[in-house]
């Protein structure tokens, strides 16, 4: 009578949660936050609304929004000490590397100050999180590329504040076009939340054990960087260059068909949706409009056209039900907007943070939870008996 019900997908059975932030409908290629279709808000809405919509329940006023969006402001600094962290590493580690370092790190900086039994405490941890996402990747490209790191300001937006801190340098101060900001804030809210995905699941478990939301966060941008999830949008751009030309992506569709080939297509197929992913619609017309506006032609940007139609079109592809997902396209707007792929993975958990502590938060609150213990179904030998090495 509230307005609040619960879909039941049918599989309530299997179900590892009860959750009320993100509806999927895998057959009907539907995406739903807190009840907002996903295209609705990535046309209408900003990564802060989104955040906030997840975090809270519901859309902000418009003051809601500016004092959530001004609190999450004042939280991108970093401790000073955290920049030395970096250093241990080898100038040509892999961002992701770097971000599963550096966050996990930050939980020696906060541990004392977040008892997670305290909502308030809760609330300060999760918007530090959000809040310094942004600030933490800028630096892990930063020294990647050996640049000097750039401090966050409090005049810009939460996107522009990130692109400056990124792509500034002492010499040339950049000024973020309002394009691409536009674009990368689009591509922020759609990879904010995605139900009890591989990620979210991991940063669930290891909080279900009252473990340190610096720390929880950290495993699930472990389990992000794999390449069969968040570490598909560098591998589907990396395939999209390797294949370089139309006329090549016949071989590369046998290859994705043959079952002795390891090849799969990356950016193609999900475990939940049998339709296409919402989010792949809404990031293939982003790639359009940040393309034309940016007067850029990538050529990986046909190949990427083009090979959606053949396999959209190929008995295989249509029988597996295999349609292009989040990671497709992505790519090719970030390597517009000036991101090396190794980035990309890092932009993916960026965005997420905001989902990760929303369902954190959505399950440490409730009194009832307890801590996740998967069980098996043993395959191993019967009972036996211990046989001392002289006999064996
Ligand atoms: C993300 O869970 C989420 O919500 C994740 C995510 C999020 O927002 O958090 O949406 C983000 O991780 C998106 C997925 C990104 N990964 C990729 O793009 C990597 C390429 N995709 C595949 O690795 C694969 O599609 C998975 C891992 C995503 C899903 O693999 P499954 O579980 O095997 O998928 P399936 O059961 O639907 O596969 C059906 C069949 C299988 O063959 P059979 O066993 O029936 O013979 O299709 C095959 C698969 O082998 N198949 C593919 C394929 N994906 C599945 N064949 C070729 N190319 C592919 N991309």
């Not at 293939?284 to 046909?302: R, S």
């Not at 517009?336 to 369902?359: D, H, K, N, Y």
Request: negative net charge; aromatic residues 10%; charged residues 20%.
């Amino acid at each position: 009578n509230t307005g609040m019900f619960t879909y039941d997908p049918g599989f309530t059975s299997t179900a590892s949660c009860e959750s009320g932030l993100t509806y999927i409908d895998g057959d009907e290629g539907v995406l739903l936050h807190r009840g907002y279709p996903i295209g609705q808000l990535a046309e209408q809405s900003s990564f802060m609304e989104v955040s906030y919509l997840l975090l809270n329940g519901e859309l902000p006023s418009k003051q809601e929004l500016a004092d959530f969006t001004r609190t999450i402001t004042r939280h991108t600094m970093v401790h000073e000490q955290l920049t030395t962290f970096y250093r241990g590493f080898r100038r040509d580690a892999h961002p992701m590397a770097i971000m599963c370092g550096v966050v996990g790190a930050l939980s020696a900086f906060y541990h004392d100050s977040t008892d997670i039994n305290d909502p308030a405490q809760r609330t300060i941890a999760s918007h530090r999180l959000i809040a310094k996402m942004p600030t933490i990747a800028a630096m892990a490209y930063k020294y990647s590329v050996g640049q000097p790191f750039v401090y966050p300001r409090n005049d810009l937006s939460y996107t522009a504040n990130f692109l400056r801190m990124t792509f500034s340098v002492p010499a040339e101060e950049y000024e973020p076009d309002p394009v691409i900001v536009d674009a990368m804030d689009k591509i922020f809210i759609l990879h904010a939340d995605h139900e009890q995905n591989a990620s979210t699941s991991t940063v669930r478990l290891a909080g279900s054990s009252g473990a340190n939301p610096f720390a929880c966060i950290a495993a699930g941008i472990a389990c992000l960087w794999g390449p069969a999830h968040g570490g598909a949008n560098e591998a589907a751009l990396n395939m999209l260059r390797e294949i370089g030309t139309v006329d090549r992506i016949p071989e590369y569709i046998a290859r994705a068909k043959n079952k002795d080939d390891p090849f799969r297509l990356m950016g193609f197929g999900h475990r939940v949706y049998k339709n296409y992913d919402p989010r792949a619609t809404v990031m293939q017309k982003t790639a359009k409009d940040v393309l034309e506006k940016l007067g850029v032609n990538d050529p990986v940007f046909d190949v990427a056209k083009e090979l959606e139609q053949i396999a959209l079109n190929d008995p295989y592809f249509i029988e597996k039900k295999l349609y292009p997902n989040v990671d497709f396209y992505s790519g090719v707007i970030l390597s517009a907007i000036g991101f090396p792929t190794e980035m990309f993975t890092v932009l993916f958990a960026l965005a997420r943070t905001v989902g990760w502590v929303a369902q954190w938060n959505e399950m440490i609150s409730d009194p009832a939870q307890k801590i996740g213990r998967p069980r098996q179904l043993y395959t191993g030998p019967v009972q036996r008996d211990y046989v001392p090495v002289a006999d064996r």
